[in-house]
């Protein structure tokens, strides 16, 4: 029997999520060589002492596990199938770690066309943030054939805490992580509305952060987000035009399904003003702005004075 050739494993995308993933992987021993368009994104992976490269093309002769942490479905047609793209050029029976939040029939989509490219793909979108990410303590949400896992396995195993392992071939994955985007994205601008409701009415915003995180109202979104909103520090950890692409894609699948969906349309138009009033690439706490700047309230602001303001 062939010995199984040792992983080494790019990964494509060193934003926030990539480059704790890259450096968690690097952590565990592996052979890690990081991509990015972004000569700082490189250079910060290089601190960690990864290597990188700067185009997907130049990761073809040099990996068997690629690991894709990009931004949408554009952004994995661009490093698998573009110009400088990986399907055509990696060594047939290598693996494809799909990790952006795509609509679940694109991944069905592209789990064939990588078969017909004599490569491999799992199915797995990520949930955790940057910090679980560097630790490697994500969850991740795979579906695939188990040839995909065996090959990938101790790359999983560097990156999560938790593997959930939902079907034999890639849809399944994209399909639960769409559930959590649909709750995580209603969940924060419940929270942003609720808040907003408190602070509208008069409530010290600090006292009932307390009270509802000891109280049935508690979500781990509100229990997360709202202190970015009393700190007034709205740095991006995951920025408000993320949810719009996000339940974008839950819009569009409920389309797909014929199935209405009142509530997360709901959010994904709060998120949607917020981007268009240019709050786009703050935290998606900042959509409790598109009820500041519309009832005139203020907002705890300490390092942000924009909220500050009372329209």
């Known amino acids: 029997m062939t010995k199984q050739r040792e992983p080494v494993v790019g990964v494509v995308g060193l934003g926030a999520m990539g480059l704790g993933s890259a450096t968690a992987i690097l952590n565990a021993g592996l052979s890690v060589i990081g ?3 972004s000569s700082l994104a490189r250079e910060a992976f290089i601190t960690r002492g990864g290597r990188c490269v700067a185009t997907p093309a130049d990761l073809a002769d040099q990996c068997n596990v690629v690991v894709l942490l990009v931004v949408n479905a554009d952004q994995v047609e ?4 573009g110009i400088d793209g990986l399907a055509a050029r990696l060594a047939p029976g290598s693996l494809i770690v799909q990790c952006a939040t795509v609509a679940p029939s694109y991944a069905r989509t592209l789990g064939v066309r990588l078969s017909e490219a004599g490569l491999l793909m799992l199915d797995a979108p990520v949930s955790g943030g940057a910090a ?3 630790t490697g303590q994500l969850s991740i949400m795979s579906s695939g054939e188990p040839s995909a896992y065996t090959r990938g396995q101790a790359v999983l195993d560097a990156m999560a ?3 959930y392992r939902l079907g034999d071939a890639p849809g399944p994955g994209s399909s639960v992580k769409l559930v959590n985007q649909h709750l995580a ?4 601008a419940a929270a942003a509305e609720a808040m907003a409701l408190g602070i509208r009415m008069g ?4 006292t009932l952060y307390d009270v509802i995180t000891h109280s049935a109202g508690n979500s781990w979104m509100f229990e997360n987000r709202v202190p970015h909103i009393l700190s007034g520090d709205y740095t991006p950890l995951s920025a408000v035009d993320i949810f719009v692409k996000d339940l974008n894609i839950v819009h569009q699948t409920g389309r ?10 709901s959010a994904l138009q709060q998120f949607t003003a917020a981007s268009g009033a240019g709050l786009g690439r703050e935290d998606d706490s900042a959509v409790i702005k598109v009820y500041q ?8 602001a300490a390092n942000d004075p924009a909220g500050q303001e009372s329209e």
């Open 78 to 81: 661009s490093v698998l199938f």
């Open 35 to 37: 991509c990015d368009v």
């Open 161 to 163: 805490a938790t593997v």
């Open 185 to 188: 994205g209603v969940h924060i």
């Open 203 to 206: 409530l010290d915003p600090e």
């Open 132 to 134: 679980k990410a560097a």
């Open 256 to 265: 797909e399904l014929a199935l209405a969906m009142p509530v997360a349309a």
């Open 293 to 300: 700047r519309l009832s005139g309230f203020a907002l705890p």
